[in-house]
């Protein structure tokens, strides 16, 4: 006498659910991730109780050796407002940089960037660290 169960197991595994986590999770890192903003370079940061919440487009640092960084490109004072001009042309009428310099930097090369940043109509944020 052949004895059968009535209960099928059922084989089959949907994975929308799954789908849809990894989905969530994907877009919660795409968005995280584009809210921090490294120091590209070895540049020490002055300290500051205010942190800014504007989301910069680009970073600009500047290190002690004087030398400019726009995206990990070392680029000089002169050529600095043609660079910028090209990255930022598509951002509309006044994007926001971000401008790392060096705590024990002379400030005449900020001084230059921030009058092309004048001539230009950019935000600029200056980079800092929390004070401890």
Same mark, same amino acid.
Request: charged share 25%; no cysteine; aromatic share 8%.
């Given at each position: 006498?052949?004895?059968?169960?009535?209960?099928?197991?059922?084989?089959?595994? !949907?994975?929308?659910?799954? !789908?849809?986590?990894? &989905?969530?999770?994907?877009?919660? &890192?795409?968005?995280?991730?584009?809210?921090?903003?490294?120091?590209?370079?070895?540049?020490?940061?002055?300290? !500051?109780?205010?942190?800014?919440?504007?989301?910069?487009?680009?970073?600009?640092?500047?290190?002690?050796?004087?030398?400019?960084?726009?995206?990990?490109?070392?680029?000089?004072?002169?050529?600095?407002? !043609?660079?910028?001009?090209?990255?930022?042309?598509?951002?509309?009428?006044?994007?926001?940089?971000?401008?790392?310099?060096?705590?024990?930097?002379?400030?005449?090369?900020? &001084?230059? &960037?921030?009058?092309?940043?004048?001539?230009?109509?950019?935000?600029?944020?200056?980079?800092?660290?929390?004070?401890?």
């Amino acid at each position: 006498m052949a004895i059968e169960s009535r209960n099928k197991t059922n084989k089959n595994f !949907s994975m929308s659910g799954m !789908s849809d986590i990894v &989905f969530l999770l994907l877009i919660f &890192f795409m968005i995280t991730s584009t809210l921090v903003v490294p120091a590209s370079q070895n540049v020490k940061l002055p300290e !500051s109780n205010n942190q800014t919440q504007s989301n910069p487009v680009l970073v600009v640092s500047i290190d002690i050796d004087k030398t400019i960084y726009v995206d990990d490109q070392a680029y000089g004072i002169g050529e600095l407002e !043609s660079v910028l001009r090209k990255k930022l042309e598509s951002y509309g009428e006044a994007p926001t940089v971000r401008l790392n310099a060096d705590r024990d930097l002379n400030m005449d090369e900020v &001084f230059a &960037f921030l009058d092309i940043a004048k001539r230009n109509r950019y935000k600029v944020i200056l980079g800092t660290r929390p004070s401890n």
